[in-house]
């Protein structure tokens, strides 16, 4: 029901790249907080969100920018055109599973092992979601999205699987954007999952000195 994380995420694409340290806190299925910090430790960044209202004061404007949660706004923190809810499975080391009309099985052989390959195939047939698991455990050890027969548009990897409170978590998620060329990463230092969270954690008011907006029109990017 609530997980909270630390470590570090990394984003980069052809025109950016960036690196912070990151605290991470979220209630399911729409209460997430993510802080970011620089190498210096100074706060860059604090994103507050649920299912009425994304905030984001950014520190180097000096500017609380406040907006409707969507997955455009959300995108311009975590660019993967994600709703609320599957930002939040996806930070917690989950895969979100889309609408899907047919699934279908069969073992998979390669040169790192024996994997579990379902493949869920999207309504109108177009996209197809193919989820890479390990035999016995079923822990996800990628997943890649794509039109049937072509190379992927997207690819989600797990790693660093750890034994926590009695489930199994990946404290390594990395998502490629391949048609982009952007990749994103979390790398998880500590991991806990279903701590006690006040719900004074996912509002954000605005701090003395700081201009309150409305989030910019969206030119793309992050």
């Known amino acids: 029901q609530s997980f909270a994380g630390r470590g570090r995420l990394r984003f980069k694409d052809p025109w950016s790249h960036y690196s912070f340290d990151v605290n991470v806190a979220a209630i399911r299925p729409d209460r997430l907080r993510v802080q970011a910090f ?12 649920n299912h009425e209202e994304l905030s984001l004061l950014d520190y180097r404007q000096a500017t609380l920018y406040r907006g409707a949660a969507t997955p455009e706004n959300l995108s311009r923190f975590l ?18 599973l889309g609408l899907f009309v047919r699934a279908e099985v069969e073992l998979d052989r390669d040169f790192s ?6 493949e869920l195939i999207r309504p109108g047939e177009q996209l197809v979601d193919r989820i890479w698991m390990v035999p016995h ?13 072509q190379e ?25 954007d391949l048609k982009n060329k952007a990749e994103t990463a979390v790398v998880y230092e500590e991991f806990r999952i ?19 907006a409305p989030f910019p029109e969206h030119a793309g990017g992050s």
């Open 38 to 49: 620089d190498l210096m430790g100074r706060p860059v960044m604090v994103l507050t969100a």
């Open 79 to 96: 660019p993967l055109n994600l709703g609320l809810e599957d930002v939040i499975t996806l930070l917690a080391g989950q895969k979100p």
């Open 113 to 118: 092992g024996d994997y579990w390959r379902l």
């Open 137 to 149: 455990s079923l822990k996800i050890s990628r997943s890649e999205i794509g039109p049937p027969g």
């Open 152 to 176: 992927p548009w997207f690819r989600l990897e797990f790693s660093n699987y750890q034994d926590l409170a009695g489930q199994s978590a990946p404290l390594h998620i990395f998502l490629a």
């Open 194 to 212: 279903d701590p006690a969270l006040p719900a004074t954690l996912f509002s954000l008011p605005s701090p003395p000195g700081i201009k309150v």
